[in-house]
């Protein structure tokens, strides 16, 4: 017996097209089932929230009512007849400077927001107040 006579001979083998193309129907199935996500047009922002405070509740107020609002001072220090107060609020520093009015009742005078770090800017007073 010859070698060659041993040793099957290769033939071409076709693939049959039935299960190419279900492979291909079972790969396409797959793909349409996956959700689509929502469009961004229909993700909302949140609704602003109402500010924590406001100037014309600081404004006038006497110290027991400004600490009942803001909580107790970071730092205060009298001078003559005014005194000078730092509350540290989430944003910023608000100052408030309280004086005695007409009456003799001591009331805040004048408040002003200062920056929470040397570094920052100096922020808004009505930004500083909506923010707690």
């Known amino acids: 017996m010859k070698m060659s006579e041993t040793i099957a001979p290769c033939h071409k083998t076709r693939l049959s097209p039935i299960p190419v193309m279900l492979a291909a129907l079972l790969l396409l199935a797959a793909c349409s089932s996956i959700k689509q ?20 509740e600081i404004l006038g107020a006497a110290p027991a ?11 205060t220090r009298r001078e003559g007849d005014g005194e000078f107060r730092r509350y540290s609020l ?23 927001a200062a920056a ?3 570094d920052e800017e100096k922020p808004n007073l009505e930004a500083c107040l909506a923010a707690g």
């Open 116 to 118: 929470l770090t040397s």
């Open 65 to 75: 009512t400004l600490d009942d609002r803001l909580g107790a001072p970071a730092l």
């Open 90 to 112: 989430s944003t910023c520093t608000l100052i408030v400077i309280l004086y005695p009015d007409d009456m003799g009742a001591v009331r805040a005078a004048h408040v002003d």
């Open 37 to 56: 996500a929502a469009p961004l047009s229909a993700v909302r922002p949140a609704a602003p929230s109402a500010p924590v405070f406001q100037l014309d």
